[in-house]
C-alpha cells in the first residue's frame, strides 16, 4: 500500500518552524512520508503567521498558488493553520475555497483527525478553540525527534502580557507551561539522538512555571535540563524584561551550559512610548537589567527588538531610542516599521506616524546598529572562541560552521568527524553576521 505524503510549508517565527517539525514528526509516526515538492504531497499543510499584515498577505498569496494543483488533483487535502489561521477561522474558507481544513494554534495535535473528516466524511472543519489544556502540548510535542546538534524545545504557550501593538494573546492564547519532568524528558531524548544544544523556547520564557507547570520556575527549569547528559549548550528565547529576575539572571553567572547571550527585546527608548505600549517597565529598569547582566556575565551578548513609527511616536521619542541603543551598544537587533494588527489596542491610536517618517527612522536606527555590530565583531578577531561544530559552511570551500557561545557565526576549515563537537578556534576575519578562522 503507498505511503500517504505531506508537505508543510512554514511562515514566521522560530516557534512556527518548531511546531512545524512538530507536526511533520507527528505524521511521520502516523505513517505519512514527506514529498519533496507540493505537487506529489496527498496533505498539503501552511502554518502561518500574523506578527505583521505582510505575513498575512504572503501567506494567502502562497496559498492561491495551490489553486491549479487542487484543481487539477481535487484529492489533495490542504490545510490552513497557524496564527493567521487562528485570527481568520472560518474567514479562510470564504477568501480561499478550494482550502479543506483550518487548525487553530491549539489545535496542531487534531490535524490527523481533521484530514480524515474531509476525505471520508467530506467535511471542512475548522477548530480554532483554545481551551488551554496542557495534554494539547504533549501530544504534539511529544513526536520530537532530533535532528542535527541542535534543537528547539516548546516550554510553555501563549502570552498574558496584552502589549498594545501585540496579536499574540488573541492568536496564541493565555500563558500555560508544560511540566518541567516532561520538557526534561524531551530534552534527554533529543541528546540521545545527537542533539547537544537546546533553545528552550515560549512567547515569554521568563514567566514560565506562573500558569501550569510544576511548581519550577524558568531558573530551575534550566538547571534540570542543564543536568541531562549530552546536552553542552541550553539557550532561550523570548525574554521579557517585566519578568527577568534575578534568579535567572545568576544562571548566566552559576550554570555553565547557559551560554552568554540573551534576546531582551526592549522596544523603544521612550518611557512615553513604552507606557503607550503597555510595556509595564521604563528606560531605568530595562537599563539596570543591562547592568545586572554583564555584572552576573560581563562577556554576555545583548540582542533586541526595536519598533519604530509607533503612534505618538515623536522626533523627541526617537531621539531617546537611539541614545538607548549608544548606551547599551548591543549586539544585534530585529527592527520594524510599526504595522497596525486589527483588534490590538494600539491599531486605534491617535498620531499614526507617517509613513515616509517610519522610514527614515528604521534607517537611522538600522545603520547605527550595523556600526554597533560591525564593531563587535571586528573586536573578535584574535580571540579563542570555544565553537560548537554545527555542519558545513554555507559559505563553502569545504569549510565547516558552528556558534561562539555568544551566538556569533564562525567558519572554518576542519574534518567532518569534529561535527557535534566543541573545539577552540582562532578568529582570523571578521563582517557583520558573521566570523572566519582557524582551529
Partial sequence: MRKLKYYI??????????????????????????????????LILVNTCTIRDKADQKAYSQIGRWR????????????????????????????VPFVDFVFGTQNMHNILQMADEVRQKRLRPVWTAMPGDPAAMEALYS???????????????????????????YVRGRELSRPSAEIVAEARKLAEGGVREVTLLGQNVNSYGQKGGDGADFAELIRKVGEVEGILRIRFTTSHPKDLTDRLIDIFASEPKAMPHIHLPVQSGSDAILRAMNRKYDRAHYLGLIAKLRAARPDIAITTDFIVGFPGESDA????????????????????????????????????VAEKVKEERLARL??????????????????????????????????????????????????AALLGREVEVKITAAWPNSLAGEL
Fill in 68 to 95: 491549479l494543483l487542487k484543481k487539477e488533483k481535487p484529492e489533495v487535502i490542504i490545510g490552513v493553520g497557524g496564527c493567521m489561521a487562528q485570527s481568520d477561522g472560518r474567514g479562510v474558507l470564504s477568501r
Fill in 9 to 42: 510549508e512554514t511562515f514566521g517565527c522560530q516557534m512556527n518552524d518548531h511546531d512545524s517539525l512538530a507536526i511533520a514528526s507527528m505524521l511521520e509516526d502516523a505513517g505519512y512520508a514527506k514529498a519533496p515538492r507540493p505537487a506529489e504531497a496527498d
Fill in 366 to 415: 538600522q545603520d547605527l546598529q550595523l556600526g554597533h555590530t560591525t564593531a563587535k565583531s571586528l573586536a573578535e578577531i584574535g580571540q579563542k572562541r570555544v565553537v560548537l561544530v554545527e555542519g558545513s559552511s554555507k559559505a563553502g570551500g569545504g569549510q565547516l560552521s558552528g556558534r561562539t557561545p555568544q551566538n556569533r557565526i564562525v567558519n572554518f576549515r576542519g574534518d
Fill in 143 to 169: 513526536h520530537a525527534k532530533a535532528d542535527g546538534i541542535k534543537a528547539f524545545i516548546t516550554v510553555m504557550q501563549g502570552c498574558d502580557n496584552y502589549c498594545s501593538y501585540c496579536i499574540v494573546p
Fill in 317 to 352: 521619542d526617537f531621539e531617546e531610542t537611539l541614545s538607548l541603543m549608544r548606551e547599551v551598544v548591543f549586539d544585534n537587533c530585529f527592527s520594524f516599521k510599526f504595522s497596525p494588527r486589527r483588534g490590538t489596542k494600539a491599531s486605534s491610536m491617535e498620531g499614526v
